[in-house]
């Protein structure tokens, strides 16, 4: 007699498809897009204002003999960025470079940094000046909608829980080990997310209109305190570079983070909206 055929093994269970939220409403990707158009725009117009004048002081009054807190400078041979006490040869980089044209140059920062890519301080100032108002007018329709959309309390509101030092500090370790949450908590913004866009929304961007504005001389005429408030023209300027600086520093941040949680996932949830939910790990090594 014949021996009988074992049964087939069953098979394995399809793994199923990961789950994708709503993560990201429609004012929110608008604005993000926009705002990271125009701030590259700022930056770069910014930097040829800079150029006209690469010092910065505090207080009312900065010309070129008075003592400047920064200088981006060149000699005859060489370029150079001095702060305070501290002074470093920036040959090639800042104040002395070459353009690809082979010529040297002596300004603050190269071309490729500027808008525009020639020597125009009024070209840098009418293209600043416009994206200012773009800036303006789309934060303000943002903040109005982050407060009174539910985007403040639904995403950003930061609760009694994650005030704690432990869960700060906790946060701040996980990233630093590049572990990212997985599951349902990849769709929440974590505490250092949360202080970060809370401090770019209402801290840093107001910061940099506010002393863009007490650098004007109509608005001194007309709003005279702003002087008072901010030290001073020349120290609303130092701060108007420090806050562009800090912003550069969190949009470097910003891309790094989207690059090593997965940056199809992070740029396809601003695009679209929705946002697959990365699995846990046990669930991960349960199928492979």
């Known amino acids: 007699m014949a021996d009988a055929t074992p049964p087939a093994a069953p098979a394995a269970p399809a793994a199923p498809p990961p789950k994708r939220v709503y993560r990201h409403r429609l004012p929110a990707r608008i604005w993000h897009w926009t705002n990271a158009v125009t701030l590259l725009v700022l930056l770069m117009s910014g930097l040829m204002i800079f150029n006209a004048h690469p010092r910065l002081y505090w207080g009312q009054y900065g010309a070129n003999h008075d003592p400047a807190w920064l200088v981006i400078g060149a000699t005859e041979d060489s370029g150079f960025l001095r702060v305070g006490s501290l002074r470093v040869e920036t040959t090639g980089v800042l104040g002395r470079w070459t353009d690809s044209a082979g010529v040297e140059k002596t300004w603050a920062f190269p071309g490729w940094a500027t808008i525009p890519t020639r020597y125009s301080l009024a070209d840098g100032r009418r293209w600043h000046l416009f994206f200012a108002w773009v800036l303006a007018i789309s934060l303000t329709l943002y903040m109005l909608w982050t407060v009174f959309g539910g985007h403040l309390r639904k995403d950003l509101h930061v609760r009694r829980a994650e005030w704690s030092p432990r869960h700060i500090w906790h946060d701040i370790k996980e990233h630093a080990r590049l572990r990212f949450p ?84 992070e740029i396809r949830s601003m695009v679209t909206g929705w946002f697959r939910l990365p699995e846990p790990k046990d669930v991960k090594d349960m199928g492979a």
């Open 182 to 265: 997985t599951g349902e908590a990849a769709a929440r913004y974590n505490i250092l997310q949360k202080l970060s866009y809370i401090g770019v929304i209402f801290v840093l961007l107001p910061l940099m209109i506010a002393t863009g504005l007490t650098m004007s001389p109509g608005m001194n005429a007309a709003a005279p305190w702003m002087l008072d408030l901010f030290g001073g023209r020349q120290s609303a300027r130092s701060i108007h570079f420090i806050a562009a600086w800090a912003l550069v520093a969190f949009f470097l941040v910003h891309i790094a983070m989207v690059l090593l949680a997965g940056p199809v996932n």
